[in-house]
């Protein structure tokens, strides 16, 4: 069983950055692909961000290029997002999800597994 926890939530003031983290259980991380997504109050969980089980590729929503970035150890089983010049906009549950194969890492239904949510909330 493959069980997935993020941390690094909180509140924020626009512009400030935020670090989560997502560490998974199991032997097998490294050959999960990894991927962040998120809910806001009365909308669609969205695709944000996700790396390539080989951590040579990644993938943005738009609205986060140039302002996020993702990284993963195979090591400690963890993998991270980094999110700077955060905007109010950003106010959402964040959601870790691993991904055995696929073609589209940005799609929900590519994902397996899913953490809890961590909440993320940028004030203006």
């Known amino acids: 069983q493959v069980q997935l926890v993020e941390s690094g939530g909180g509140l924020v003031q626009a512009e400030g950055s935020l670090r989560l983290s997502c560490v998974v259980s199991g032997r097998t991380f490294s050959s999960y692909s990894m991927g962040w997504f998120r809910q806001a109050p009365g909308k669609e969980r969205e695709f944000v961000i996700a790396i390539h089980w080989s951590g040579r590729r990644t993938y943005y929503a738009n609205s986060v290029k140039g302002r996020f970035t993702i990284s993963r150890d195979d090591v400690k089983n963890a993998v991270y997002l980094q999110m700077n010049s955060l905007k109010p906009e950003d106010t959402a549950v964040y959601y870790c999800?691993?991904?055995?194969?696929?073609?589209?890492?940005?799609?929900?239904?590519?994902?397996?597994?899913w953490g809890q949510g961590t909440q993320v909330t940028v004030s203006s």
């Open positions: 999800a691993a991904a055995r194969f696929s073609d589209d890492y940005t799609t929900k239904v590519s994902y397996n597994y």
